[in-house]
């Protein structure tokens, strides 16, 4: 009763009631592609992925919001960007209007590690890609459209910003990646990373000079960013006056961050090179947490969250995952590529192309919203998916209804694909009359119905997203007295 005086009064008085301030909260992220018990951490295996997740001023669920993904390093956890002795998230990003979430990445990279030719276990792309995003999209307001979407990252998270931003460009309209590792096919790296990450580089990436190598290597797959923005920061391993940093951070973190400028020169040359939107900002500064606040605070500066093209009829799109999404259509190789593929859009037309010395390789492609395809095996040059693909068949019981006897129709829906393939038709919805309902798993519905007089013909209707309609006919009989 005394709040809503209070909000009375403050109403009378012309005042605004405070804003809520923001709110830094943990929540749980499951996952099948990363086992917990197997996979590398910093610290004791969790028994669970988390994330911590700050919530902006003014945070209400009735309001959508833009939603920042922001990674770690590689001696880091999901807490670390929160820490006030590291990250100061609730400082650095203070008064930013969107949702930041920092997920666990372990010491990951990021990656499907190549682990022999497994391709997975740990599966951390596959987590991020087809888990992570479906998670916090079910329990946060996010904005739709890509200009509301970003990644950033520090070093291995700057990696990772602009690899999976690569990899789902439909999604993040812009990219940031903070001393990132974003060039790993180089002489030095596969010692440095054995020995500051702990971990093996062909377990990772396979060979260094392998296609799965390239197929995740920023620099290499750039051109997957030609239609975002690109923010890059990276120092030049010398710490700048004043700025507070340990001795002992500064002699190791000059030398890796030298190391890393290299890469970034690299990378910016390629973006560059591919037109794409880019801001580089060299500046002076050594690895350490100093310099990452900063470089995110000029990331905001710099606008992440700013108009991009939605949804543009050129594009290319390398990889060597075996299932994604390159923009309105997603992929699916009936095994795993061997060498990098790269898909190009040009008006109504899709091509797909092996790198040099690829063999053929067989892939489904399809349309998100209507599922229509088609199979080729690569190198191809086909139109782009139907909007309209298959058809309906219907089995309805029974055909004969009387008029004004409630009955009981049942209906079974099949998908026709192009190819002939049948399958049950899930979600499709039927109708008679006013009544309707939604075929389930096995394709089935139960309407109970009245049909009313005169006696004749009625029809059966069932529509799904992606096939033209399907009609029965029943005849309603008159009841016989």
């Known amino acids: 009763m005394i709040g809503v005086l209070l909000a009375a009064v403050l109403a009378f008085l012309g005042l605004a009631a405070p804003a809520q301030a923001s709110e830094l909260i943990s929540i749980a992220t499951p996952s099948r592609n990363v086992d917990t018990a197997r996979a590398v951490f910093n610290g004791p295996p969790p028994k669970e992925l988390r994330a911590n997740v700050l919530l902006p001023d ?142 093996e580089y062909e377990d990772i990436f396979g060979p260094m000079r392998g296609q799965y190598a390239t197929g995740h290597n920023p620099t290499r797959i750039v051109a997957n960013l030609r239609r975002s923005r690109l923010f890059v920061a990276a120092g030049d391993g010398i710490a700048e006056p004043g700025v507070s940093s340990e001795p002992a951070a500064v002699a190791a973190g000059g030398a890796v961050e030298a190391g890393l400028r290299q890469q970034n020169e690299e990378f910016t040359a390629a973006a560059r090179a591919a037109e794409i939107d880019l801001t580089y900002r060299p500046q002076t500064g050594v690895h350490d947490w100093p310099y990452w606040r900063r470089h995110l605070r000029q990331a905001i500066e710099w606008g992440l969250f700013r108009p991009v093209v939605e949804d543009p009829v050129g594009w290319t799109y390398s990889t060597t995952a075996t299932t994604g999404r390159m923009w309105g259509l997603a992929y699916a190789f009936t095994a795993p590529p061997e060498t990098t593929v790269t898909f190009t859009r040009e008006g109504g037309q899709v091509r797909g192309e092996l790198a040099p010395g690829g063999a053929g390789a067989t892939v489904r492609v399809q349309d998100v919203v209507t599922g229509c395809g088609f199979v080729a095996t690569v190198p191809f040059d086909r139109a782009l998916p139907a909007h309209v693909c298959g058809r309906i068949a219907l089995q309805v019981s029974p055909r004969r209804l009387l008029a004004g006897r409630r009955t009981t129709l049942r209906v079974r829906a099949i998908e026709v694909a192009d190819d002939g393939t049948r399958s049950a038709l899930e979600g499709a919805r039927v109708a008679f009359g006013r ?36 009609r029965v006919r029943v005849r309603v009989a008159a009841a016989r007295r």
């Open 435 to 470: 009544r309707s309902a939604r075929t389930g798993e096995n394709g089935r519905a139960a309407l109970r119905v009245r049909a009313r007089w005169p006696a004749g013909l009625r029809r059966v209707r069932v529509s799904h997203t992606g096939l033209p309609p399907a």
């Open 58 to 199: 003014g945070y209400t669920p009735t309001r959508r919001w833009p939603l920042l993904v922001l990674l770690h390093g590689i001696g880091d956890t999901y807490e670390t960007w929160a820490r006030p002795d590291r990250g100061d998230i609730v400082a650095t990003a203070k008064g930013l209007p969107a949702i930041v979430v920092m997920p666990e990445g372990g010491r990951g990279f990021y990656t499907n590690w190549f682990n022999g030719g497994k391709r997975g276990d740990p599966g951390w792309e596959r987590f991020y890609l087809d888990e992570l995003i479906p998670t916090i999209e079910a329990r946060f307001p996010i904005l739709p459209g890509r200009p509301n979407h970003a990644i950033a990252g520090l070093s291995m998270g700057g990696f990772g910003a602009s690899y999976l931003g690569s990899q789902r460009p439909d999604y993040f309209g812009a990219v940031a990646a903070f001393s990132g590792f974003v060039q790993h096919q180089r002489a030095e790296v596969a010692a440095g990373l054995r020995t500051l990450g702990g971990a």
